[in-house]
């Protein structure tokens, strides 16, 4: 189909096109089906394009003449399914606390290729990672570096780590999901001088392996000049440290935050643009400072999954308020997609059971938990909405389902995977049931 045909219809990614019904398809299924079958809210996820993004990476990857590692950020969105899905696609697992690494573990993952982040592992955290020998962790502070040359001298077990730099490089986007600015809660700063100190400790440590640098400069990022600021600081270091200490540079891990289109003003670059630049970056300063090409990592999350995600929602309640606003509720809202909320997110949708229409409304869209702030998009041009018809909002593949929450006791919904005019229920909707398992009742005697 050819979304240019109306303006207020976003270009379609994937697998997403518009059936004989005028129904918004994805994976060659009807998402009214979808609705209908599994009801809403409802969490649909293009399988196909997940695959193709992560082809993307590997394949820009290939320039490079040492290896590389794509490193699926769980943060964005994991499940059982997913998982299995990136084990038969051959990359790599970022995680960020025991839960989502005993999740990869249950799906077989390859321990050798999980990554562990966290500016707060608990000791069982870092015992469960050693006990699995999993490939690196990342290490954040010096509390938790102290930690991991205990147990590993304890259990005498040798494990590699990345040492998380913050740069002191702030990326050009939102004050709330920057992370490589000084003052912050993420990694060893380099201007007081304890980037350099964590990485002598390490190397007195018997039984670690310092394998490398890790630095992350934001999220939702649309250009490359920040990753090639943060490349030239770390290797400048590295050779620095080299002469100091003997630090060998083996891995150069450069995060991930590479942007992608939520609404039409979005202009992210391609993936083979943001890796092209990254590659020349290493290979230039390399070869400036004469200095061994290392292996580069990434640790793309949204960029996987963002835009191969769309929520489906049930259109019910309004409010028309004269010359102001008219307001629209869904039977979702904050509770599956807190983004709008907290950082101003902007979205956009259509709608799933009538997507050619006449684009001759302006509604806004609220959700259904008690919060004034509690509004998924203002200002939606959209056909004349009716109770009953399905909003479709585009591109919450990332960050939706991770954040969910049951405020208001609202149960989490279902995710459904689409591929091939398949459709498979990845993870069940939470039930009324589901909250009770967890409840105790007060005992008469209190």
């Known amino acids: 189909m050819n979304s240019s045909d ?17 129904h918004l398809e994805i994976g060659g299924v009807d998402t009214v089906f979808l609705a209908e079958k599994y009801s809403t809210p409802l969490y649909v996820y293009d399988i196909d394009l997940i695959k193709s993004r992560l082809s993307e990476f590997k394949k820009a990857f290939s320039i490079y003449k040492k290896p590389t590692q794509v490193a699926y950020a769980s ?16 990359v790599s697992l970022d995680v960020v606390s025991g839960g989502e690494l005993h999740l990869a573990i249950k799906a077989g993952f390859p321990a050798e290729k999980i ?82 100190k964590a990485v002598k400790l390490a190397l007195e440590c018997s039984y670690i392996n310092v394998i490398g640098l890790h630095a992350h400069i934001g999220s939702q990022i649309f250009e490359t000049d920040g990753y090639q600021a943060v490349i030239e600081r770390l290797m400048k270091h590295a050779k620095q440290w080299n002469k100091e200490t003997g630090f060998d540079l083996k891995v150069l891990n450069v ?12 202009e992210p670059l391609a993936i083979k643009d943001y890796v092209s630049s990254i590659v020349k970056s290493v290979e230039k300063y390399a070869i400036e400072l004469e200095i061994e090409l290392p292996e580069i990592w990434v640790e793309p999350g949204r960029s996987i999954v963002g835009e191969a995600g769309t929520t489906i929602y049930t259109i019910g309640t309004e409010k028309n308020i004269p010359g102001v606003r008219r307001y629209v509720s869904i039977d979702g809202g904050m509770a599956d997609n807190i983004r709008p909320a907290l950082y101003g997110a902007k979205y956009t949708g259509i709608l799933a059971n009538k997507v050619y229409a006449q684009y001759d409304t302006t509604v806004s869209i609220a959700g259904k938990a008690c919060e004034s702030g509690d509004m998924l998009i203002w200002d939606l041009s959209l056909p004349e909405v009716e109770q009953g018809d399905y909003l479709a909002v585009l591109s919450t593949g990332a960050y939706g389902y991770s954040m969910a929450s049951n405020y208001n006791r609202l149960p989490r919904p279902a995710v459904v995977f689409v591929e091939n005019r398949q459709d498979f229920l990845a993870i069940k909707r939470e039930s009324y049931d589901d909250f009770m398992r967890l409840e105790n009742p007060i005992a008469d005697s209190i």
């Open 6 to 22: 109306n303006q207020n219809i976003p270009d379609f990614q994937g697998s997403m096109k518009i059936n004989e019904k005028n």
């Open 255 to 266: 995060g991930g935050g590479f942007g992608i289109r939520y609404t039409k003003e979005d």
């Open 115 to 196: 990554h562990f982040h966290g500016n707060n592992k608990s000791h069982q955290e870092l015992v469960e990672a050693l006990n699995y020998n999993i490939g690196c962790i990342v290490v954040d502070n010096f509390t938790e570096l102290d930690m991991i040359n205990q147990l590993t001298s304890l259990h005498q077990k040798n494990i590699n780590i990345l040492i998380r730099i913050t740069p002191g490089i702030e990326a050009h986007t939102h004050e709330y999901i920057t992370t490589g600015q000084e003052d912050s809660k993420f990694g060893f700063d380099l201007t007081s001088g304890q980037a350099e």
């Open 75 to 90: 943060k964005a969105f994991s499940s059982l399914a997913l998982y299995q899905i990136l084990v038969k696609e051959g």
